[in-house]
């Protein structure tokens, strides 16, 4: 074995040996690069382990589900205020598992779990690629690199949040997506004919095992998988199609087998839409309503997008690796390889898999497929990033444009040993260790123009808890809500925990006899408010994403991300508070009064009757029915200007 850019094996003395054989150098080298990055990830997770208060606002609706409530946030009051659906049904699983008292820590483990497999799945799927071109030779981690020595890599490794569930779906995705391009067995066999009576119990048995193990059966699977990318997050669905079209030319199906393999990529989340327009009255999450996810704000989107990117110089290993990419374009059209004596990772170019054409596939491989291959991660990640910068970006340092980075790193997480490759593995690794070493997000502050939090740290110093990953570490500390809500619990009267604008205190006021809840309490944190209080407490998010009222009203200020609907405390008061009720000193009381008649007027009714009317099957369908328009309904946020508007 004379090629330069791989490292010498020694050979057997008698016959050719199969680069296959378990236990070669280069076999084990590989494997141990593998294996290192998601040690590396575990580790690093693990020593950054953390919980946020948005992984609260899933907790509290887990346990609603295991108390029986149902997936909501309030008893009695219909509102979806987890983004990520499948986490939240998957916390509410794992909850059920004997000894899982604190939904909180097991979303830590999980996540962690999710994080570290869909890196392995990630890198395996490349490897898989590379081997289509290039059977034998050592591979360099390269692409996976630039990911590793991030912080924010490590911060939502954890979290709480459905980030680890993202890794672990995009791992997943591009893995089942090269199994299927590797597959050389067509979608379908002829048949076989009569079978002897004596043979046919072993020819069952290796029918059922061709049906679980053959990738070409399991290509609906791969269908289903690629579709329940709106469950993990709704921008996925982005992600969900993009790998969806390419798994089509990649495998080039007759019209029949399409149409099935779009049936059960489709059949889960269209099951579940139907589910949610009936249930919650909308079409969407809650949370999408608040932040306005449908709207754009590119200037603030730009300005999230450069908050991850320059702070760790990630222009330099990106720089890098386009230019890498290109010069193996250019070579690749003038036929000449990638200059290091064996054909690159990256999938697309002009010589055939045995090097016997030059259509770029193998023999029964579709035109297009390999091209397909790589093109499809990335453009899932440039279309993620896009919708990011689109709508605004996010108020946690890097949390939404990772997916984006990860989708566009897929193709490069590994490359072949070779001189182009060692040289920019090297270069890779030497920002990686200023980055590792030196560069940290900055922490951000209220008094920013656009505020985005380094929100790993900042929980850390709010809480005082170098690993907040318990309830008990958010509740514990003595936050003036925490306390206030804790007495009005103790004294028993049936009241509602104001939280003022300008944070100018936290009023007792009574409820109102039909609120059926032995405390309510209006707070911003909304995760904080729901560990707190009790699961038959009515928790008010002030800032809309829990909101029914709050969420569909139209925003007022730009300065934090999913933060622009503040809900005025006249529609707190008019919801909750009978007529007559003491108004607290910081409210205006002709709004109360305004609030209090807007909320009979106009589609007002029917938003509330929709989320906490008995669901019966009128009511689901009256639900399905105007789904469409109350997702669509705004209000205005002062009730003076709604009342003049709606009444």
Excluded at 210 to 223: E, K, N, V
Excluded at 331 to 341: A, E, I, K
Excluded at 523 to 532: H, P, Q, S, W, Y
Aim: proline share 9%; aromatic share 8%; glycine share 12%.
């Amino acid at each position: 074995m004379s090629r330069s850019d791989e490292i010498p094996v020694p050979q057997p003395a008698q016959g050719p040996r199969a680069f296959g054989l378990p236990g070669t150098l280069v076999q084990r080298w590989n494997a141990l690069a593998v294996l290192a990055c998601g040690a590396t990830v575990l580790v690093l997770g693990y020593r950054h382990r953390w919980t946020n208060d948005d992984a609260l606002i899933y907790t509290r609706t887990v346990r609603q589900i295991l108390a029986g409530n149902g997936p909501v946030y309030n008893v009695g009051e219909r509102a979806e205020t987890s983004t990520g659906t499948l986490w939240q049904w998957l916390l509410a699983a794992g909850s059920t598992v004997p000894g899982v008292d604190d939904p909180l820590r097991l979303a830590v483990a999980l996540g962690l779990l999710c994080t570290v497999a869909g890196f392995l799945l990630a890198l395996d799927g490349t490897r898989r690629m590379i081997r289509l071109r290039r059977p034998a030779g050592a591979l360099l981690p390269v692409g996976v690199l630039v990911l590793l020595p991030l912080c924010a890599t490590w911060d939502y490794a954890t979290s709480g949040l459905e980030s680890g569930l993202t890794f672990g779906y995009l791992g997943g995705c591009w893995w089942l997506l090269v199994r299927a391009r590797s597959d050389p067995e067509p979608d379908r066999e002829p048949d076989p004919g009569p079978i002897p009576e004596r043979n046919r119990k072993a020819s069952a048995l290796r029918g059922l095992r061709r049906a679980l193990t053959a990738p070409g059966r399991a290509l609906p699977a791969t269908a289903f998988v690629f579709g329940l990318g709106p469950l993990v997050r709704p921008d996925l669905v982005l992600v969900g199609a993009v790998f969806l079209a390419a798994l089509w030319v990649v495998r080039r199906p007759r019209p029949r087998t399409a149409l099935a393999w779009a049936g059960a990529a489709v059949a889960l989340p269209g099951g579940y839409e139907l589910f949610r327009a009936g249930y919650y009255g909308v079409l969407v999450p809650l949370p999408a309503i608040a932040k306005e996810a449908s709207g754009s704000q590119w200037g603030y989107g730009w300005y999230y997008l450069r908050n991850t990117l320059d702070p760790y110089l990630l222009w330099v290993p990106l720089g890098l690796l386009a230019a890498y990419g290109v010069l193996h374009l250019v070579r690749t059209r003038h036929g000449s390889g990638d200059g290091d004596g064996g054909g690159s990772g990256i999938s697309g170019g002009s010589g055939s898999a045995d090097g016997s054409g030059s259509s770029g596939c193998a023999p029964g491989v579709p035109r297009g497929a390999d091209a397909a291959l790589t093109v499809a991660p990335v453009l899932a990640g440039l279309l993620s990033a896009l919708f990011v910068v689109k709508v605004g970006g996010d108020f946690m340092h890097g949390r939404m444009v990772l997916p984006a980075l990860f989708l566009l790193l897929l193709p490069v997480l590994l490359l072949p040993f070779g001189r182009a490759a060692t040289v920019l593995t090297a270069a890779v690794a030497g920002w990686g260790m200023v980055c590792l070493v030196a560069l940290r997000p900055p922490l951000g502050s209220l008094e920013d123009e656009r505020i985005v939090f380094d929100s790993h740290s900042i929980y850390q110093q709010a809480l005082g808890a170098h690993h907040p990953v318990s309830q008990y570490d958010h509740t514990a500390a003595p936050r003036d809500f925490t306390l206030v809500a804790r007495h009005a619990l103790r004294e028993g009267g049936h009241t509602l925990v104001l939280r003022l604008p300008r944070d100018a205190g936290f009023p007792l006021v009574p409820l109102a006899p039909r609120v059926r809840a032995p405390v309510a309490g209006a707070e911003a944190r909304l995760g904080l408010a729901g560990a707190v209080l009790p699961l038959d407490g009515r928790v008010v998010d002030i800032l809309g994403l829990g909101n029914p009222l709050g969420a569909h009203t139209e925003p007022v200020s730009h300065r934090k991300a999913g933060h622009e609907k503040p809900l005025n405390r006249a529609w707190i008061l008019a919801d909750l508070t009978a007529p007559g009720a003491p108004v607290p000193r910081g409210v205006d009381p002709r709004r109360v009064r305004a609030a209090r008649h807007a909320l009979t007027c106009g589609p007002l009714p029917d938003l509330l009757d929709s989320t906490r009317a008995p669901l019966t099957p009128g009511r689901f369908w009256s639900n399905l029915r105007g789904s469409w328009a109350r997702t669509t309904l705004r209000i205005p946020p002062d009730p003076l200007v709604a009342e003049r508007r709606l009444c």
